[in-house]
Nanobody, 125 residues
Framework: VQLQASGGGLVQAGDSLRLSCAAS????????MAWFRQAPGKEREFVSA????????YYADSVKGRFTISRDNAKNAVYLQMNSVQPEDTAVYYC???????????????????WGQGTQVTVSS
């Protein structure tokens, strides 16, 4: 599956932003999906993940209550609704896909074999 993230931009603290990730291929619904982010000088970190049919979602503590992940398998897309963004949310955001979904591994980049190109989110204070 090939992925393409979009929706990033420059916003102010407290604003909302919705990221999208479009996937190619007819097997999208068989992939667990996730969002990661990478700030300058930092390692890529887990943001959120969603199971194959969207029944289970997981969040990093830093975004819990502010971000919402969702997916539309009919449209081969996954979304990240970002509310009340803060300057510390500034990063390049990547969507990722994995054919497996292991509860002890979904937070690790190594679990995901397919990555999008990333979309920049910049939050000004």
């Amino acid at each position: 599956v090939q992925l393409q993230a979009s929706g990033g931009g420059l916003v102010q603290a407290g604003d909302s932003l919705r990221l999208s990730c479009a996937a190619s291929g007819r097997t999208f619904s068989s992939y667990a999906m996730a969002w990661f982010r990478q700030a300058p000088g930092k390692e890529r970190e887990f943001v959120s993940a969603i199971s194959w049919r969207g029944g289970n979602t997981y969040y990093a503590d830093s975004v819990k209550g502010r971000f919402t992940i969702s997916r539309d398998n009919a449209k081969n897309a996954v979304y990240l609704q970002m509310n009340s963004v803060q300057p510390e949310d500034t990063a390049v955001y990547y969507c990722a896909a994995s054919p497996t979904f292991r509860l002890d591994r979904y937070r690790y980049t190594q679990e995901y074999k397919n990555w999008g190109q990333g979309t920049q989110v910049t939050v000004s204070s």
